[in-house]
Each structure stands twice: as C-alpha cells, then as structure tokens.
C-alpha cells in the first residue's frame, strides 16, 4: 500500500491472493526467509510508452502502451494485450499478478505477464487499428518473442488485432514464430481458441456441480458481456441445456426470465462478433427482450448459475445480496476479478460453489500454451484432440482447488483459497530453485 498508493486494483488483487495462502506462507519458514512474497508482489520489469497513430483524417492522436512481465519462473511470460479506454497501470498489474496464479495452475510452462493501451478501437475503421497495432508493435516487438513473452487477445482484442500485431511483429524480428497467441487458423492460430475461455469456464462449472450432484440441465445462467467469453460461454451452456437470462455490454443489459432462443442467442454471437453492434439492438429485434440502459444484469432477473464474463468489479456486495436472495447456487467467473471483494465474502459466506476467475477462465490461456506447443511443433492438432485437453486441464484444476481448498470437517471446497495455494505453490517452488533474481 505504501509502494503502490494509486494502484487500487492491483493492491485488491495482491491482497485476496495474500490472505488466502496466509497459512501455507506461515508454514514454510524458508518463504519468510526468502521474501517471497515481496518478490512477487513487485513485477519483473514494466515498459511504458506512446503510441502515435494516425487516424483516417490525418489527424495524430497519442496513446499510452504497456507491457508488464510479472513474473516467468515457470516459463515465459504470457498473458493478453487489452485495449480499452479504461487501462492504466494499475489494472495491467493486477491481471498480470493473478495471470502468474492462473497460468501456474493450468500445469502448463507459463510465466505471467499482460500488457494493453488505453486505445478505445469502439468506432475505429479497420485501417485505423491497424495503424494503431503496428505503432504499438513498432515499440514493443523487442521486448517479445517465442520464448520471452507471448502475447495473446482480451478486451479489446480479437483475431482482427491479434493478426494486425502478429504480421507486424514478424515484419520487425523476420521470424514466423508462435510470438503471438489467438492467431487465425491459417497462419500458426489453434481450433478452439476462440471457444477455450467460455467452453473453459463451463466445463469448471460442470465439475463443480458434480461436487453436489447438481445437473446443469435446465438450470437458468445470467451471463454479463457478450465479447469473446461471454459469446462462447452461451454456446456451451445452450448445448449444456441450460437457459441464458441475461446478457450485457457497457451499455446496458438485456434480460429475458424465460431464457434467450437460440435463435436469439445466434443473432447475439453474429452481431458483437461480426457487426460490432450494441446489445441494445437485440431488444430493438425481439419484442420479448427488456433492456435495461445503464444497468448490469444480477438485480434484474432470477438465476441459478452466475457467470460473469465482462470486467473486473462488475459485481458488487449488493449485486451478490441480490444474486444469494434469489437462490443463486453457482458463481463461475469468466472475466478476471469481476466480484469485489464484498461479494466474494458474501459467496464464501454462503458457502454456495464460487470459482474465482483465475480457475474458472483458466482454459482460455490453457489453450494458448497448447498452441504455443503445436507452433513449436510446427503442427497442428484436431479440435476434439484440444477440445478433450482442454476439458481434463479444467478438471485437473478443479482437483487442485479441491486438494488446497477443502475446509477441514466439511464438504465445502474454497475455491478462492484452493486456486492461489495450488497457484502460488508451483511458482514459489520454482523461484526458490531458481535463486534470488
Ligand atoms: P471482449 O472485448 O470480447 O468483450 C468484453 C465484453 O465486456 C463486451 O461485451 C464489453 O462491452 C464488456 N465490457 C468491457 N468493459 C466493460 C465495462 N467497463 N463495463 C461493462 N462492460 C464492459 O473481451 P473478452 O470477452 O475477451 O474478455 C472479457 C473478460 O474475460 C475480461 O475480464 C478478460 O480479462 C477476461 N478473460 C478473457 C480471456 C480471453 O481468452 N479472451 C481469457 C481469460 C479471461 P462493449 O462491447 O460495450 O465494450
């Protein structure tokens, strides 16, 4: 708190992870003796700097890009690039911190890292990106490679800008190499990616379920956002038989009790991936939606299963109240950090199943370090062949969750506490072995 006064966001995240290894810290005086906390808690190395890119006017506008390499004792660092008006240094540490959990849990060779701009690509022509994505690699293609740092998507950034940064990147370094994460099939990009954090995110719920025997189908889902997880999270759901009441985007939310058509949820998946539309529209088409402007969705409409797929902070200790009065018996975050604090003490509380964001919406960057494998191989694998990894890595993570989480005396399975103990044990083994750096 005192080194990082202005990085609110970043210090909720250290301190959830903090005090949830609190007693395995304790255990371990080699730890204490080794600072490993300190360490950890301050980023390997950041790089700040401007972007000036030309608009479609020819008018010059200036923003500013990040990249932070947190932490890479189990491997390179990995994690996406975020554009979105809202980034600041902040809000990179703390994903880049829980990325090194998360890609720690994954048992794949990830170290963690994340980057972005505060560049808004709402309204931007599609050369207008691509000026702006190659003047932010223009800056920071040396500071990434195959074996270095790989980037990969998040808010803001699909295949269109992944491609962008991608042919940029290998314009600057001359190689063709798995630098980039998320790229399109035809050039080095794996199947499933596009599905792996929503599909992810579903099959950690299923597990969880199990936990208590509770079938998914039927059940009635209010998923927020409707970006890349959001879409892919209502895909398997759908598939799953469950019924999706709600949807959102900076805008607003849409709900319908009853649960979306499919043929609804289809128009949805078309109009933000394709069209970049607003999700108002989907009411302006069907009579039967309600928007609600202004709003997100968890005090509006009744739910079993709550998965926030958005931003970080999209649901607070009223919006939890209002989710548990309701009967909510599952939340699966597919966005990272989106309760606050308030809500998660309210969920633990509850003791209803609560998977925190860095194992539910782990298989997104599961998959990317399984295209990071098929690059290196120079092959590429079927969508069953990923699709099966990426279910038994989701299942491998819930069983360490249940290894560290599981409270003595009880059933109940802290999934909060199990994802940073199994997280932070792998990497503080590592940069224990590896020695003081
Ligand atoms: P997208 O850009 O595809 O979608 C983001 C969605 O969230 C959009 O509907 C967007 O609305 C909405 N949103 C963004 N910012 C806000 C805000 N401040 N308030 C309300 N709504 C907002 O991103 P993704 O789907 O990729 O990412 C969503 C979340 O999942 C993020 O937290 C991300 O870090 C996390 N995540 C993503 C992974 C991935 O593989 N893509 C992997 C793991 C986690 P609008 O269209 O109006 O901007």
């Given at each position: 708190r005192r080194r990082f006064p202005n990085e609110p966001e970043y210090l909720q995240a250290v301190e959830e992870v903090v005090t949830s290894i609190e007693d395995v810290y304790n255990e371990y005086p080699s730890f204490e003796a080794e600072n490993l906390i300190e360490r950890l808690c301050i980023p390997d190395r950041i790089f700040s700097f401007r972007v000036s890119w030309v608009d479609d006017k020819g008018k010059v506008h200036n923003n500013m890009g990040y990249r932070i390499q947190h932490n890479n004792a189990i491997g390179p660092y990995k994690g996406g690039i975020r554009f979105h008006a809202s980034v600041n240094q902040s809000i990179l540490k703390f994903l880049a911190f829980e990325q090194t959990f998360k890609n720690s849990l994954t048992t794949l060779p990830m170290g963690g890292g994340k980057g972005g701009s505060d560049f808004s690509p709402r309204g931007k022509s599609d050369m207008e990106i691509m000026r702006f994505c190659q003047a932010f690699i223009a800056e920071l293609w040396r500071q990434i490679g195959p074996d270095t740092d790989v980037p990969a998507g998040d808010i803001g950034v699909g295949g269109r800008e992944v491609g962008y940064m991608f042919g940029y990147y290998k314009k600057m370094a001359r190689e063709f190499t798995g630098t980039f994460t998320g790229k399109g099939l035809d050039f080095g990009g794996s199947l499933i990616r596009p599905e792996a954090t929503g599909y992810g995110n579903c099959y950690f719920l299923l597990n969880m379920l199990a936990t208590r025997g509770?079938?998914?189908?039927g059940k009635k889902v209010a998923v927020s956002g409707s970006g890349n997880v959001a879409t892919y999270t209502t895909r398997k759901l759908t598939e799953l038989g469950a019924k999706v009441v709600s949807m959102s985007d900076s805008g607003g939310s849409i709900i319908k009790p009853e649960g979306f058509s499919e043929e609804q949820l289809d128009y949805i998946f078309e109009l933000k991936n394709y069209y970049r539309g607003r999700i108002s529209e989907v009411a302006e088409k069907y009579p039967d939606v309600q928007y609600l402007p202004g709003e997100r969705p968890w005090k509006h409409v009744k739910c079993d299963i709550a998965m926030p797929s958005a931003t970080q902070n999209e649901l607070d200790g009223d919006d939890a109240q209002a989710l548990l009065d309701n009967g909510v018996i599952a939340v699966s975050e597919g966005a990272n950090m989106p309760s606050t604090p308030e809500a998660i003490k309210k969920f633990l509380a509850a003791k209803i199943l609560y998977a925190p964001g860095k194992a539910a919406n782990a298989g997104g960057v599961a998959v990317s370090g399984l295209e990071m494998a098929q690059n290196s191989q120079k092959l590429s694998w079927s969508a069953e062949e990923v699709d099966d990894k990426l279910k038994s890595i989701m299942k491998n993570i819930h069983e360490q969750c249940e290894k560290y989480g599981k409270e003595e005396g009880s059933d109940f399975i802290n999934y909060v506490k199990g994802a940073n103990v199994a997280g932070f044990m792998k990497v503080a083994r590592a940069m224990m072995a590896q020695g003081v750096l």
């Open positions: 509770i079938d998914i189908k």
